[in-house]
Nanobody, 124 residues
Framework: QVHLVESGGGLVQAGDSLRLSCAASGRTFSSYHMGWFRRAPGKEREFVATISGSGDYKLYADSVKGRFSISRDNAQNTIYLQMDNLRPEDTALYSC?????????????????WGQGTRVTVSS
């Protein structure tokens, strides 16, 4: 099994920054394409960002382009999501996941292993 544990969430004001972390264990971390997803109150889970195993390929949702940055440190078995200029609409439970399917990298159904999530609340 792949175990994923997110951290770094919190309550911040609009315009502030947060850096989320996702620590992985149980499998060869560097072999997994990883992703960040979020579920806002009253909304369906949505794609945020994804990164290849090597870190050379990254893809972002239009809503976070220019504000969020995904990265990874394979030596530490950790991926990160740097979130700048946060907005109230970014409020959500953020979860990291390991890609295991053959579908598109921006679809949650392509990811089998999930963390429990870390809560991000942005006040205006």
């Amino acid at each position: 099994q792949v175990h994923l544990v997110e951290s770094g969430g919190g309550l911040v004001q609009a315009g502030d920054s947060l850096r989320l972390s996702c620590a992985a264990s149980g499998r060869t971390f560097s072999s997994y394409h990883m992703g960040w997803f979020r579920r806002a109150p009253g909304k369906e889970r949505e794609f945020v960002a994804t990164i290849s195993g090597s870190g050379d390929y990254k893809l972002y949702a239009d809503s976070v382009k220019g504000r969020f940055s995904i990265s990874r440190d394979n030596a530490q078995n950790t991926i990160y999501l740097q979130m700048d200029n946060l907005r109230p609409e970014d409020t959500a439970l953020y979860s990291c996941a390991a890609y295991t399917g053959g579908g598109n990298y921006f679809l949650a159904e392509s990811y089998r292993y999930w963390g429990q999530g870390t809560r991000v609340t942005v006040s205006s």
